[in-house]
Nanobody, 111 residues
């Protein structure tokens, strides 16, 4: 079965950077669309970035130009590079692949 494990979250000051990782087992990330979602405190879980099988990417407006999603097919991992972080980026970040979820990784940005 598909299992996803996110990592790389942490505490960072506004303006800083983090790189999140999503490791998959039971499925090849290159064969299906993969999303990064986030859930801020007290809010709903919403998608942030997506990468397709053709390596096309898309982002919500709030993170365009700051976040980059990428995939390493050899390692079967997807990444989310986050730069110029803002306090409103504080959330639990989840990887989603084939409608499966990982447990998430907490990102906290202090202003």
């Amino acid at each position: 079965q598909v299992q996803l494990v996110e990592s790389g979250g942490g505490f960072v000051q506004a303006g800083g950077s983090l790189r999140l990782s999503c490791a998959a087992s039971g499925s090849l990330l290159k064969d299906y669309v993969t999303y990064w979602y986030r859930q801020p405190p007290g809010k709903t879980r919403d998608w942030v970035a997506v990468i397709t099988t053709n390596n096309n990417t898309d982002y919500i407006e709030a993170v365009k130009g700051r976040f980059t999603i990428s995939r390493d097919s050899a390692k079967n991992m997807v990444y989310l590079e986050m730069n110029r972080l803002k306090s409103e980026d504080t959330a639990i970040y989840y990887c989603n692949h084939r409608n499966k979820w990982g447990r998430g990784t907490q990102v906290t940005v202090s202003s």
